[in-house]
């Protein structure tokens, strides 16, 4: 039985042992993380980019970080192999990573779009120069994802194709300013038909709507210059998107005990005052939003020695951890630093300050 002690019996945000929680991980992942192995790099990508949102960069050797992602970068043996039909991008761990076969040719390559996302983002919050990555390589390849009806797979040999991946694959086009390797109409066209009858939008067309492939959705469609900020306080008629219906969904995703929901009929979720949370910011409709009610939730879900859980009295998961640091983010908290609600890092890391 847990000690409720243990659980939500802060009234604030108590960053200090949120550091220290982040830092642990910065050394050494816990055993329960063995099985998350194949998505190393991914949980780099919420320890490095939470320590940066709670302002304590400087514990993170930052050469050494950019050195340990860089080995995971897949390179073609030649410029004409970039138009082989395989992806060019980051490995998400050594795990996935095979040795060069006898003639220099990566045979087997499992680069993936989430990992190449998070791999670009760690890079930048660290302060890397990104015009010394192989960005050509990285986007080039990266048309052999796109698939005819403007969606992507995340990995060439096969996958599901869905609005995550085209968030990853704009995201990436987005921070590397370089958008050759994809056809935006097609993709804008793809996310327009996942926009559902309710307002949301399904990862896929047809499917129900949900938090985090709104938030995909919403962010893309933002990074591809399709969307205006703050377009609340604009002319939502001429919008691309129904805003009306989406903000009448969105806004019922906040429940009685004041947290995010991703979907009708389920209960709230620490992940979701992101996912939500930053969409509503990208429209320019936080003050919609509860705040004093989403604050105490939070709380609710904060562990005593660092983390947040996924619901209250739980024991904390570096995921929701993430995604707690990024809604307080969102919510202004004192000492931390402001989010780029689209890229889901710092602000003064996305504008390479």
């Known amino acids: 039985m847990n000690s409720t002690e243990e659980f939500g019996g802060c009234e604030m945000m108590e960053k200090d042992v949120h550091v220290t929680f982040l830092e642990l991980m910065y050394y ?107 960005s050509e390589s990285i986007v080039t390849s990266m048309g052999n994802l796109q698939q005819p009806d403007g969606s992507f797979i995340p990995i060439h040999t096969g996958g599901e194709t869905d609005l995550r991946f085209v968030y990853c694959a704009a995201a990436i086009c987005f921070m590397l300013d370089n958008w050759s390797g994809m056809d935006k109409e097609k993709a804008k ?59 009448d969904w969105i806004l019922r995703r906040q429940g009685t005990d004041g947290g995010f929901q991703g979907r009708p009929n389920k209960p709230s979720d620490t992940c979701y005052a992101f996912w939500v949370g930053a969409v509503l910011r990208i429209l320019g409709g936080s003050n919609f939003i509860d705040k004093k009610a989403l604050h105490r939730f939070l709380l609710s879900c904060q562990y005593k020695y660092g983390g947040f859980s996924k619901f209250p009295e739980q024991y904390p998961d570096l995921y929701h951890s993430y995604y707690g640091f990024t809604a307080f983010s969102l919510l202004e908290e004192s000492g931390l630093k402001s989010l780029c609600s689209e890229l889901g890092i710092t602000e003064k890391a996305a504008i390479g300050l």
């Open 28 to 134: 050494l992942l816990p055993s329960p993380y063995e099985s998350q192995e194949i998505n190393h790099l991914t949980l780099a990508y919420f320890v490095i980019s939470g320590l940066d949102i709670l302002n304590s960069l400087d514990s993170v050797a930052k050469d050494a970080v950019v050195s340990w992602v860089l080995s995971f970068q897949a390179h073609p043996g030649a410029k004409a192999h970039l138009n082989d039909g395989q992806f060019y991008g980051f490995h998400g761990s050594k795990t996935s990573q095979f040795p060069l076969g006898e003639n220099g040719v990566l045979i087997h390559n499992n680069s993936h779009l989430a990992s190449t996302y998070c791999a670009i983002a760690i890079l930048k919050i660290v302060g890397y120069e990104l015009s010394n990555l192989d």
């Open 189 to 247: 066209d793809y996310i327009l038909c996942c926009q559902s009858y309710d307002g949301g939008f399904g990862l896929v067309p047809g499917a129900e709507s949900h938090g985090g492939a709104t938030y995909c959705a919403i962010a893309s469609l933002r990074l591809m210059g399709f969307v205006e900020d703050n377009i609340l306080y604009r002319c939502a008629s001429s919008s691309l998107i129904d805003v009306p219906l989406l903000l």
